[in-house]
């Protein structure tokens, strides 16, 4: 009586749990997500940040020429004060427009800074006539984010370098396009040109190429540096399953992720100096990163200044190169390539590929079963390109996962009948050894060894489920490709939860329910095939286990009720697979499916006994 006891506390405490959860934890990172995109949609970025005119490191008389450590105002760090909107702060200065094939935005010619990039063919719902989706904002804006490129000057040898408040000139004319690279020039009047020339691709990746030639009669060392700036710390998603903040790859320190958080309590985060790399920030479907010439030697960080004097908090990823003597007379330049874009699969493993960028791929959080579920995406997306519908795919991948594991299932189910015609002997051995434990489980050993059952065979189907229903997970919830992508009727994006909600009888009362009741049509559809699935089998002889399996598919349906409207089909759908296979077993094994004696028990009719 006492374990029973146990059992209904620990089914009690396992409700209140999931209901905790669901009300304190998925329901308000929901409506922050939902709120955060609202005001997006509403105001498309406001307040400020006027650039600070950058100060050259201080010289100091004959010291020893060293690596300069970029300052704020070289960084791009800017106040508060200006409430301008992101149309006001773009207004500012003169600009050239970029314009390719996936994206739109502009360079400020104040600083040289890309600070203006959006997506084309991303918008904030699914409505197409909604805005662009943001990645880079002006100084000056609400959540102003920018890359800065340019030089630091010799310690020993000091030269007027361009900043942030540095009036650039564009050699020609015209928007930055594919086939049309921008040259951009600035003369500091010491004798020393710097020319930047910025080009872009089909996608998302820039390049940028500073020349400085030297024709003044006094050498001097520059020290090429690429920053990314980010003003306020961002909303993110909080899931553990992915990663949102700054990462970067460096050389034997390999793959390094830090939380915004994280960033801010350390402040300054130093990797070893590689050839090589890249660094950035990444948002859930969005990133952006330095990437240095993989032959130059580089200098990584990861900064963070908390929030002060009425600032936001900043976060800085940076690479600092080696110096670049420029002597009398002579000729310098540095390449950086910058990535600002969606994180598209094919695209990015495209760049991994083609420029040699190590671990590029690891710009989408493919988790800890890597080797699974990216597999598994590539598979899901070929049969997208097949059937032209991702959620098909998933259906058809579900379909030759089945076939995949059909022979352990097979023996699997082949057991658990076994087990359900041997049902009237082991409830004979059980009441007759009842008071002796231990031998009734050495008669029950002997049972199952004669009839070559294994007990725990029931439990493989699940385990073998569990490594592929987290991989699917993490495609749909990661993957770009999966947002906003359609399956049939009311499910209109995958990679969200099902719309509809019992309680509003599926939109018919014009109500909007607590997320813990937005159990919609999909989810129910679930627990229905759960429900089925665990009454073809007999009810356990314990009482207290029979109610654990009762409420277990109300308990699923709860859980899943908010995760990706897609994991959901998957589930149904795998549900429907099989009881198709374990009917089918039990069948050719001669055992009685006892689906409508389990469900009439259910209302107070005496199922019949297995056998």
């Not at 004319?173 to 080009?199: I, K, M, Q, S, Y």
Request: charged letters at 20%; aromatic letters at 10%.
């Amino acid at each position: 009586m006492i374990g029973n006891k146990n059992y209904i506390v620990a089914i009690a405490l396992s409700i209140l749990v999931l209901l905790g959860w669901q009300y304190f934890v998925a329901g308000p990172r929901m409506e922050a997500e939902r709120q955060r995109r609202a005001a997006e949609v509403a105001q498309q970025v406001t307040p400020p940040a006027a650039g600070v005119p950058a100060a050259a490191p201080a010289a100091s008389a004959g010291a020893v020429p060293a690596a300069p450590t970029p300052n704020a105002g070289a960084l791009g760090n800017g106040v508060i004060g200006s409430g301008l909107t992101r149309d006001q702060a773009l207004a500012q200065h003169p600009r050239v427009k970029i314009s390719t094939p996936t994206l739109d935005g502009s360079i400020d010619l104040v600083g040289a800074r890309l600070d203006d990039v959006s997506f084309r063919k991303y918008r904030e719902t699914i409505d197409p006539k909604s805005p662009e989706i943001v990645l880079l904002a002006p100084a000056g804006a609400e959540n102003a984010y920018f890359a800065d490129f340019g030089f630091l000057a010799d310690a020993g040898a000091p030269v007027k370098v361009p900043g942030p408040d540095t009036r650039w000139t564009q050699k020609g004319d015209g928007a930055l396009t594919p086939t049309h690279p921008v040259v951009l020039e600035w003369d500091n009047g010491e004798g020393v040109v710097f020319e930047r020339t910025v080009a872009v691709d089909d996608h998302y990746m820039f390049t940028v190429t500073d020349k400085v030639k030297n024709v003044s009669a006094k050498a001097t060392t520059l020290y090429p540096y690429s920053a990314l700036s980010r003003f306020g710390t961002p909303t993110t998603s909080g899931y553990y399953i992915l990663h949102e903040g700054a990462i970067g790859v460096f050389g034997d320190d390999g793959l390094q992720e830090v939380k915004y958080k994280d960033l801010k309590d350390k402040q300054k985060i130093e990797p070893s100096k590689v050839a090589g790399g890249w660094i950035g920030f990444v948002d859930k479907y969005w990133a952006a990163a330095l990437i240095p010439d993989k032959t130059v030697s580089v200098q990584p960080r990861f900064a963070a200044s908390p929030a002060a004097a009425g600032q936001p908090d900043v976060y800085r990823t940076f690479m600092l190169a080696d110096g670049l003597p420029l002597a009398a007379g002579a000729e310098v330049s540095s390449e950086t390539r910058f990535f600002a874009g969606a994180k598209e699969v094919g695209v990015v493993d495209g760049y991994a590929k083609a420029l040699d960028i190590a671990r590029f791929d690891r710009l989408i959080d493919w988790g800890w079963f890597y080797f699974l579920t990216k597999p598994l995406f590539l598979l899901i997306s070929w049969l997208n390109h097949l059937v032209g519908n991702f959620g098909i795919a998933i259906l058809i991948v579900t379909v030759l996962l089945k076939g995949l594991f059909y022979p352990l299932a097979n023996k699997s189910y082949d057991s658990m009948s076994k087990m359900k015609k041997v049902q009237p002997e082991m409830k004979e051995i059980q009441e007759r050894y009842k008071d002796d434990r231990a031998v009734q489980q050495q008669h029950l050993m002997d049972l199952y060894r004669r009839e070559k059952i294994n007990p725990l065979a029931g439990c493989l189907p699940i385990l073998l489920q569990i490594p592929v229903f987290f991989s699917l997970y993490k495609v749909i919830f990661v993957t770009i490709e999966m947002r906003q992508a359609p399956f049939y009727g009311w499910i209109h994006d995958l990679s969200a939860p099902d719309p509809t909600s019992l309680f509003t009888l599926f939109g018919l009362i014009p109500w909007e329910p607590p997320h813990l009741l937005m159990l919609g049509i999909w989810p129910l559809i679930m627990g229905v095939t759960m429900f089925v699935q665990m009454k073809l089998n007999p009810p356990p002889p314990d009482p207290t286990q029979k109610m654990m399996f009762d409420w277990m598919p109300v308990l699923f349906t709860f859980m899943l009720a908010n995760m990706p409207a897609g994991l959901v089909i998957y589930w149904t759908w795998n549900n429907l697979l099989s009881i198709a296979q374990q009917s089918h077993i039990m069948h050719r094994n001669g055992v009685k499916i006892e689906l409508w004696d389990n469900i009439k028990g259910m209302f107070g009719g005496k199922p019949k006994a297995a056998g």
